[in-house]
């Protein structure tokens, strides 16, 4: 038998997403109301390819990691969601180190727009990095895609971190000062998952100052006393 051969996907757009950084993107959809468009390329930017989307609540997007493409893969993977320290099949795991690098993440769809004469997909839940490239979209099908008997053990043990979120008073007036409405409620939820590497996470007071780019906002960030202060929010230059 001969063997398969290599195919070549072309991106059909690109998401826009205020996640400028791969740090602190919640590790599966749904888990922040993180919301973005899909930009569309020619030649799928044809209103005739979207014609009917609009009777699904939700959508797969299938897309790159793109950034982390050039590194390559291995058969094995420390899952941070797991504490970082065991090693699963990559096959056993979201990892986004894989052959093929492909993503994928059922999304909430909140409409079709065109923006400034570009073909836009407005979506809701992701946990995309801004700029990832999309290579297909298809209707979420609850018949059949979900499945109330579905299991995953593994994640039994190790449930979502869940930290108290707080504000320092210049934390306060530099959110009221910016123009993007739910990025308060944004920190919130993903700060709450306390994005810091598996073997922090036992620390409940973290020397460290931590830093994430939400929108054009520089954010720093601390742990202490068990919850998440937010300390400062800068435009970024
Ligand atoms: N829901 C998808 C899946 O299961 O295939 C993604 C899961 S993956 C564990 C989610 C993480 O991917 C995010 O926390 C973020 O750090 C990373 N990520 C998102 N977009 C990326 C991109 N374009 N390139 C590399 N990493 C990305």
């Known amino acids: 038998m001969s063997e398969p051969a290599a ?3 072309t991106p059909i757009g690109k998401i826009s997403s205020p996640f400028k950084q791969k740090f602190a993107i919640p590790r599966q959809p749904a ?3 993180a919301r973005g468009s899909v930009g569309f390329l020619p030649p799928f930017d044809d209103v005739n390819c979207l014609r009917g989307i609009e009777t699904y609540s939700h959508l797969w997007l299938l897309f790159l990691f793109h950034e982390n493409l050039e590194q390559g893969w291995t058969p094995t993977v420390r899952a941070p969601r ?3 320290n065991s090693r699963i099949g ?3 795991s979201r990892s ?3 052959p093929n690098g492909i993503g994928m993440s059922v999304v909430k769809n909140l409409g079709t727009e065109l923006v400034g004469g570009q073909l836009r997909l407005h979506v809701g839940g992701i946990d995309l990095l801004d700029g990832t490239p999309i290579i297909d979209i298809k209707p979420y099908l609850p018949y059949s895609d979900s499945r109330g008997e579905a299991e995953a053990q593994l994640l039994n043990e190790h449930p979502l971190p869940a930290r108290e979120v707080q504000f320092t008073e210049q934390a306060i007036a530099q959110l009221q000062a910016q123009p993007h409405k739910d990025l308060k409620a944004l920190l919130v939820q993903c700060l709450g998952q306390d994005p810091r590497p ?3 996470q036992s620390q409940d007071t973290d020397p460290k100052t931590y830093q994430v780019i939400f929108y054009d906002r520089d954010i720093q960030w601390r742990v202490v006393d068990g919850k998440v202060l937010v300390t400062s929010l800068q435009q970024v230059s």
Do not use: E, Q, W
């Open 198 to 200: 598996a073997y922090r």
């Open 82 to 84: 797991l504490g970082g």
């Open 96 to 98: 986004t180190f894989r």
């Open 90 to 92: 990559v096959f056993a």
């Open 31 to 33: 888990l922040a109301d």
């Open 7 to 9: 195919f070549g996907v």
